[in-house]
């Protein structure tokens, strides 16, 4: 299987940069030189003794100077940054993707910033775990799961980065940037900035009420911490980078919410019962999806 | 493998009591007569077909005039007619108890129709499905999980129907029925109507992106589906059953809510990154109580 890259640079060792190593790794690759580098050493140090990658560099110019791939796996707050660092030593005709999970606000951070011989193609997996930092990374993370291209249109470059994302195991749509935006907010953004709500409401109780709570945590309330252990930096720069389309789908979230708060004081057992038969068939329809 | 009771009496046959039935078969059950009573025929029919139960009885007070256990196994909005309807017809010292969510309600509902003779002994097992109806139930779903026994003293009887829940696998604690209701309105009662509100305001997006939503579901959007996807009659009447402190952990939320939604607004990043970190230490607690 072909990879399409020969040399590919990941940026950012976390769960999603190791991951993309790890499945690399898992594919026949004569010919592939990955390059790593994260901006903490102790990130750095750890995938050395992994072993997944052929260099990891200390320098981030060491780590894309050659590569016709750069992978930029960051928290989005990072990106800018990032971006600036990385500009002065990309190579004439590479490609610069990234994975952040808000694409109009990395979009507005990198783009000025990259050389015009350099062709930025965003995208984001939509792939993840609760577990963070470079040990959690594993090859399978990509297997079955989206990978969206954001672009008005496909080009060559569009297309040869959508096949190497194919043989990581993603399905590749392509999407414009509000429209990413807009799904990502209803579909991940909304409902971790809920789960991280619940949990601290209850980590608020009174002591004894706080403890049995972990204890008795019944599997709703367990789910929710799940998510919400998910990586504090990540989420911060998520919520403050797609704050328009988030703070949107939180407004219309209440309104329900009042609604049902409102069905449940008045005793509207018709209403309640209506509302959650509907939400059942929903359900039905993503495992249908085969996204279960 | 002792069970304790000679005669046991399972009245609704959804999820949590065919699960009763197929761990009481689980065990070595010499002398042990089941008998299953459910209001809908359809799912008497399916149990039969099943052979879960010595006794699929066509009528209820044939299902518990023998019984020395009687579990009641229906939604809680259920439990003052099934409680009307058996009353004439159990044993003298029988025991009579039920899986109810909500247990200050179920009091409420049952206790004064219990003869004097019999042991009314609330109790609710931590645990469940998305899953419902009879062919929902399984003989592990009560293993390792917690199971409530609402009294305020111990008893020999409290003390025998522990045993009897220790026997399906479950650590079982005693509780007041006022705690228990606050408990479970932070840990699932809210969680649901948090995770049926975000589906519903998903549903009632515009039709192309309501689809890619389907599509294009991430984590954190697909657990919701499936906590919401739980029984609608079952949950119609916990919220008007516990609807007080249902009401009193869901006015807590809105408020932190609020707090988060003004610190996206306002890009408070350290405030949110804060906020974010405390509730992962939760998530931790709960991984080192068992209960993940």
Known sequence: ??????????????LIGTSILHAINSKKKIGVTTYAYDVNPKHRKIVLGMKIATFVCDE?????????????????????????SIAPSLKESAIVTDTGSTKNSVINDVSSFIPKNVN????HPLAGTEYSGPEAGFSSL??????????????????????????LGSTVETVSAEYHDKILAITSHLPHLIAYTIVGTASDLEADLKNDVIKFSASGFRDFTRIAASDPIMWRDIFLNNSEAVLEMLQR??????????????????????????TRSIRKKIIEAGQN
Chains 1, 2 share one sequence.
């Open 1 to 14: 299987m072909e990879l399409y890259f020969k040399k590919i640079s990941v940026i950012g060792l976390g």
């Open 60 to 84: 981030i110019h060491e780590a894309i100077k050659d590569a016709d791939l750069v992978i930029l796996a960051v928290p989005v707050g990072s990106m800018k940054s990032v971006a600036i």
């Open 120 to 123: 930025f193609i965003p995208s």
């Open 142 to 167: 990509f297997v079955n799961r989206y990978w969206l291209i954001i672009c008005d249109k496909k080009t060559d470059q569009t297309k040869k980065l959508a096949k190497f994302f194919e043989n």
């Open 253 to 278: 979230f209440n309104e329900d919410l009042s609604d049902l708060q409102k069905a449940i004081r008045k005793r509207e057992g018709e209403k309640l019962h209506s509302f959650f038969s509907r």
